[in-house]
């Protein structure tokens, strides 16, 4: 599925209540009775029933404030807990349109894959939820906004912030792919900024954990690597190519193979490897970038037997310490105006046109019942 380059919130929260399934218990013993394995299948059940619930309240505690994303997927609303005061943002897919779009499997990898991961410029997953019209993901808000709002104002970044961005992001990647797990939609609008100007990487609609290669087209035209458009399968390699992409947009205010703005005149230029290189980026960056857009993903940089250590080792990087990057010690370059936890102004404007879902078929409900 190939994305749009539109705005796509996806964030973690503090509520307390797990999106973890409850562990089971050991398994039934032969020379128990039938009887046994009925109680258990009974506890697991009541079991599952007291998470449910759990979930609900904890959903029947939220406001709901704003929207302050929308995709294909669905919208994203920053909400209050009455509880705790705490601010949140509530993802909301409709069931029936994800079930109609063939989003099922992409919604449940997502959930999956933030279920089970932790790092500090990646989205935390906190629970999931579902009711008869929509499928829930709560995370924590990030009242910064997407980079790609300051992209836009700015129109280009110096080296100095460009390379803030590509640290934290590399960082992530390398955690990742530690895990099997390609990212595949790298793209301004899925970076947000927390409150100091730290990135948070989101929406893993199109995350995959892969063993060798996977071959579903997904993405955005602009970000997508020459395998993709090949079709010949793809792995980790193809998000360095979109972190190479990501920091010539940074440096040169548009896509390397999109200069006319036309998408139907990506796929030719990016096979061809044709790209007007802009004054502003000095020979050290632009050969750093021409090793991340490598045509063959297995010369690509970062693809080699050292993975992530041959970009940390670049020497574009010469002066960075990776270990105050991981700690947070860097100061970022730009601190987003936030007046208080709950604050939006960093963000567009949306309808509120949310709650017409209609209501999930019976069929369909099945397809969620462990969401």
Known sequence: MIASRSSNYHGPSSISTSSHTTESPPLVNNNHSESDTVLVAKKLSNMNLVEREERQQALDRLELLKTVGTGSYGHVLVVRDRETSNYH?????????????????????EKEILSAIKHPFIVRLHWTHHSDQFLYMLFDYMPGGELFTYMRRRVSFDLKT???YICEITLAFEYLHSLQVIYRD??????????????????????????????????????????????????KSTDWWSLGILLFEMLAGGTPFNPNQNESEIPGRVLAGRIAWPRTIDETTKAFIKKLLTQNPDKRL?????????????????????????ARKSKPPIVPSVKHPGDTSCFDQYQEDWKSAPFASDKELDLFVDF
């Open 89 to 109: 943002a509530l993802k909301i897919f409709s069931i029936t349109h994800v079930v109609q779009s063939r989003q099922t499997e992409h919604v449940k990898c």
């Open 186 to 235: 790298l793209k301004p609008e899925n970076i947000l900024l927390d409150a100091e100007g730290h990135v948070k990487l989101v929406d893993f609609g199109f995350a995959k954990k892969i063993l060798n290669k996977t071959f579903t087209t997904c993405g955005t035209p602009d970000y997508l690597s020459p395998e993709l458009f090949k079709n010949t399968g793809h792995n």
């Open 302 to 326: 970062g693809a080699g037997r050292n993975g992530s250590r041959e970009i940390k080792e670049q020497p574009i990087f010469a002066s960075i310490k990776w270990d105050d990057v991981y």
């Open 162 to 164: 460009s390379l803030f």
